[in-house]
């Protein structure tokens, strides 16, 4: 089966958060009208028929709960035009969840959107980055959206928890508590735009290693799986061959800024001026000349990354990680080799001391058997 194209719309550029890691931009009352909304949902469905495939729909920001009315009329024109690809589209959202309001999410799960909340791991974790603009921490905030999610065990949602150098010695306790708290999976998302220092990196070795033993304990005790999607995701690259997904940036994956312009990334978009991404309006088209480009220097071009056993297994190729790790989206920085290797170390470590113990909760999850 083809992957769809993904258009992200950049609803707003605002954001009732103050985050100290975000990479998005200045904060201000700018939001997409309804006539750039549609041209780049009619770009995007255009995009998708010319490649034959579907298209997964997803809002950002800033936060884009602040645009509900918006992001509804969003998808009932999607769904109304989406007949006409090989396969209805899908919805998606990343939000802070502090505005998730039972009614609000009732709505998406009815349309199985996929739900991607921003919680990074426990009150003390969270709240040493993401803040409102008083300074004051937001985890209080989103914990109901966390109870609400949890009566909905069909939703698709994942938890977005970002690990930076001034959090990271509290990894173990954040998910930890994500895992007591949250029914679905923990993705860890490393702050690749800021620096490591070799005494960090040794704290965060320390922490994912705790990470493994909780997941190794829960296997072994037979309860609910610890779902740590940097780890697991590692043990399916070695059993599956495939290697991790290759990025798409600029080819299948479209990110539409608050003013219309078009992104290879929406992780790229910041405050929708970069001219160094750009590749064409939503009024005036794809720039073919600059899609092109950007698809053809994206990648790896590091030369010792061709050479390593590993390559295959890890992100190497990630366009964006790429580019807030070695400013290039073809260059993979020091920072981001360490990881993946820590990453694919203790996953391996863990699945193959699973299986030497034939544990069934492991064999039936990788192996379904």
Not at 52 to 63: K, P
Not at 259 to 272: A, H, I, K, M, T
Not at 304 to 332: D, E, F, P, W
Request: glycine share 8%; hydrophobic share 35%; proline share 4%.
């Amino acid at each position: 089966m083809k992957r769809p194209l993904t258009l992200t719309l950049c609803l707003t550029h605002n954001c009732n958060l103050r985050c100290r890691y975000c990479y998005a931009g200045r904060k201000y009352a700018h939001a997409m009208d309804w006539e750039t909304a549609c041209a780049g949902m009619d770009l995007g469905l255009a995009e998708a028929q010319r490649l034959g495939i579907s298209v997964d729909l997803s809002f950002f920001g800033g936060e884009p709960l602040l645009e509900w009315e918006l992001l509804q009329r969003c998808h009932a024109y999607m769904q109304e035009r989406g007949d006409s690809l090989c396969t209805p589209p899908r919805f998606g959202i990343t939000t802070n969840a502090t505005l998730l309001s039972p009614d609000k999410l009732a709505w998406m799960a009815e349309r199985d959107f996929l739900v991607g909340v921003s919680v990074d791991g426990s009150p003390a974790m969270h709240d040493t980055n993401r803040r409102f603009a008083d300074g004051t921490g937001s985890h209080a905030a989103l914990q109901p959206a966390l109870q609400e999610i949890r009566k909905y065990p069909a939703l698709r949602s994942k938890a977005i928890c970002v690990v930076n150098p001034v959090n990271c010695h509290l990894l173990a306790e954040g998910v930890a508590w994500l895992h007591e708290h949250y029914d679905h999976e923990i993705g860890l998302n490393l702050d690749y735009w800021h620096e490591w220092t070799d005494e960090q990196f040794d704290v965060l070795t320390a922490q994912l290693q705790q990470v493994q033993q909780m997941m190794l304990d829960a296997y072994r005790s037979g309860t609910r799986p610890v779902q740590v999607d940097n780890i697991s995701g590692k043990i399916y690259t070695h059993l599956n061959g495939k290697g991790c997904d290759a990025c798409r940036i600029g080819e299948q994956e479209i990110a539409v800024s608050v003013d219309g312009n078009l992104f290879p990334c929406s992780r790229l978009v910041g405050e929708g001026d970069a001219a160094a991404f750009t590749f064409g309006n939503v009024r005036s088209g794809i720039d073919r000349a600059r899609q092109n480009y950007i698809i053809a220097t994206r990648g790896n071009a590091t030369p010792a990354c061709k050479l390593c056993a590993l390559h295959t297994r890890c992100m190497n190729g990630c366009g964006c990680s790429n580019y807030a790790a070695s400013g290039q989206i073809n260059q993979v920085s020091p920072f981001l080799c360490s990881s993946e290797r820590l990453l694919i170390r203790l996953a391996d470590e863990l699945a193959e001391t699973l299986y030497a113990e034939k544990n069934p909760a492991f064999i039936r999850e990788f192996y379904g058997q």
